[in-house]
């Protein structure tokens, strides 16, 4: 019994004193892994939930837009005949207008609208040939126009576009006034009664937009405009013939605003 004792104690003796000189020496055994959050497969790959990005926001995207504009227009000389003579020194002078309408973008480049737009009275003056009477009339003009546009570059703060557009032209004239060359009396006379008329009518535009705040864009532009022909009653006596007036053609600086919907 006595050498059991003694061989127990020996050997308790014997694993005490490394491990007392270990930590004597200041020596540290490293401390086991911390087992993986989720299981490790071969290769590294982990098992475990992803992490799943945000969803990206969706831009709004602008498809219809408002606009309304203000024009100063002037005219090209026209042409006119009643008929039985020819006229010359046609003028009428420079008027303006106002308008509005409604447009789609249908793409990064592309958009259509369409618009209306009035034009204030002006006043066709020519001199007939055969009896040397000038003949004065009020006109005032109503043009619709579909339209469509090229962005040149992609919608930014400023953009260039170009554009075409066909349509009608309604045109309402007042009583014409002729007046005669001789002082002899009667000097002048008039036609009764207005006339309205719809004619063809087309465009083509240029101009530059500008996006001053967000859906709000500034335009500014150049259209030219054929409007077709005007014509005016022939006199209640017979003695003067209806009046065509024809080649209307007018050059249009514009200045307007467009709204868009998101």
Same mark, same amino acid.
């Given at each position: 019994? /006595?050498?059991?004792?003694?061989?127990?104690?020996?050997?308790?003796?014997?694993?005490?004193? %490394?491990?007392?000189?270990?930590?004597?020496?200041?020596?540290?055994?490293?401390?086991?892994?911390?087992? %993986?959050?989720?299981?490790?497969?071969?290769?590294?790959?982990?098992?475990?939930?992803?992490?799943?990005?945000? %969803?990206?926001?969706?831009?709004?995207?602008?498809?219809?837009?408002?606009?309304?504009?203000?024009?100063?227009?002037?005219?090209?000389?026209?042409?006119?005949?009643?008929?039985?003579?020819?006229?010359?020194?046609?003028?009428?002078?420079?008027?303006?207008?106002?308008?509005? @309408?409604?447009? $789609?973008?249908?793409?990064?480049?592309?958009?259509?609208?369409?618009?209306?737009?009035?034009?204030?009275?002006?006043?066709?003056? /020519?001199?007939?040939?055969?009896?040397?009477?000038?003949?004065?009339?009020?006109?005032?003009?109503?043009?619709?126009?579909?339209?469509?546009?090229?962005?040149?570059?992609?919608?930014?703060?400023?953009? %260039?576009?170009?554009? @075409?557009?066909?349509?009608?032209?309604?045109?309402?004239?007042?009583?014409?006034?002729?007046?005669?060359?001789?002082?002899?009396?009667?000097?002048?006379?008039?036609?009764? /009664?207005?006339?309205?008329?719809?004619?063809?009518?087309?465009?083509?535009?240029?101009?530059?937009?500008?996006?001053?705040?967000?859906?709000?864009?500034?335009?500014? @532009? $150049?259209?030219?405009?054929?409007?077709?022909?005007?014509?005016?009653?022939?006199?209640?006596?017979?003695?003067?013939?209806?009046?065509?007036?024809?080649?209307?053609?007018?050059?249009?600086?514009?200045?307007?605003?467009?709204?868009?919907?998101?």
């Amino acid at each position: 019994m /006595g050498s059991i004792r003694r061989f127990t104690l020996a050997a308790l003796v014997a694993t005490a004193i %490394p491990a007392m000189s270990a930590n004597a020496g200041g020596l540290q055994y490293p401390s086991p892994p911390a087992p %993986p959050a989720y299981p490790v497969y071969k290769g590294g790959d982990v098992f475990g939930p992803t992490a799943v990005p945000a %969803p990206a926001p969706i831009p709004e995207v602008v498809e219809w837009y408002f606009r309304g504009d203000f024009s100063l227009t002037f005219f090209e000389e026209p042409s006119a005949s009643d008929g039985i003579s020819d006229y010359h020194q046609e003028d009428m002078p420079d008027t303006w207008g106002g308008g509005g @309408g409604i447009g $789609y973008y249908f793409g990064e480049h592309v958009r259509g609208d369409l618009t209306l737009d009035y034009n204030t009275d002006t006043t066709f003056s /020519g001199v007939q040939a055969l009896t040397n009477s000038t003949h004065d009339v009020s006109i005032a003009s109503l043009v619709g126009l579909a339209n469509l546009y090229y962005d040149i570059l992609p919608r930014e703060h400023i953009t %260039p576009y170009i554009g @075409g557009g066909i349509g009608f032209a309604h045109h309402e004239t007042e009583k014409r006034e002729i007046t005669f060359a001789c002082p002899c009396p009667p000097n002048g006379t008039e036609t009764p /009664g207005a006339s309205n008329n719809f004619d063809f009518a087309a465009g083509l535009m240029a101009g530059v937009s500008w996006t001053f705040h967000e859906g709000f864009l500034l335009d500014a @532009g $150049y259209r030219y405009l054929y409007m077709g022909e005007a014509s005016t009653d022939h006199s209640t006596d017979g003695v003067w013939p209806d009046l065509q007036i024809g080649d209307i053609q007018a050059h249009q600086f514009r200045i307007g605003l467009r709204y868009e919907l998101y």
